[in-house]
């Protein structure tokens, strides 16, 4: 980050009195003051669960010039488009309003912000949640087909099994745009498309699982103890 820009940011954040007043906790959130730098990014602070692996960050980036919001559901992070301003003021007028709900639907299921696609899809009444062990290689059954989370791009975490020591894990997510379920490993917090989970219908993805799901999961466990 330029000195001139983080200087320019500093100066707006040293008499923002919205941030001085923010509460220590909220929804089981704890308050992180960061104003940290990391490349063309100044963290300003954050909301976060670490029981839970779930946090909210609030941030300036340089690049565009604006202030944003990323959202950590376990190792997955993205920006949430809706909280992005160029102004302050603004900004601050969207965390007012919708700050609060948001952390606490990250916190506690509700299945009424869940789009009616998904619904439709009966993605949440999947008989498939059954087959699927707390645990397996290593990983942990993090997040479940009955409590979907939504992140970018049209796309929900149907279910995720993860290693938080080694930032690894595999993700089934559905996008309601393609009408599609797709598959997603991450090793050592790189990502990587796993295209042998393609598929349309929820048959069609649990006949691949069933195959493909514990060696796909297996051979990531290989990855990860031999990169230790």
């Known amino acids: 980050m330029k000195a ?94 919708r700050c609060d709900d948001l952390l606490a639907d990250m916190q506690t299921f509700n299945p009424k912000h869940i789009t009616s696609i998904v619904h439709d899809k009966k993605i949440m009444q999947w008989d498939y949640k059954k087959m699927l062990p707390e645990t397996f290689a290593g990983f942990k059954l993090f997040i479940t087909p009955d409590q979907p989370v939504r992140v970018i791009n049209g796309s929900y975490i149907i279910f995720d099994y993860s290693d938080f020591t080694n930032k690894s894990n595999f993700i089934i997510y559905y996008n309601v745009f393609r009408d599609e379920f797709f598959g997603e490993s991450r090793v050592f917090d790189i990502p990587e498309v796993s295209y042998d989970f393609d598929s349309h219908e929820l048959q069609e993805l649990v006949n691949k699982l069933e195959v493909k799901l514990f060696p796909h999961l297996q051979k990531i466990r290989t990855r990860v103890n031999a990169g230790k």
């Open 4 to 97: 001139a820009t983080k200087e320019k940011i500093m100066a707006q954040i040293e008499t923002w009195e919205y941030m001085k007043t923010l509460p220590k906790q909220i929804h089981g959130f704890d308050y992180v003051l960061l104003m940290q730098e990391k490349g063309d990014v100044l963290d300003l602070y954050r909301y976060e669960n670490k029981e839970t692996h779930r946090s909210v960050t609030v941030y300036y980036h340089e690049e565009t010039n604006e202030y944003k919001l990323r959202m950590r559901i376990g190792l997955t992070e993205f920006c949430v488009i809706e909280y992005i301003y160029a102004d302050l003021a603004a900004f601050q007028k969207i965390l007012q309003e």
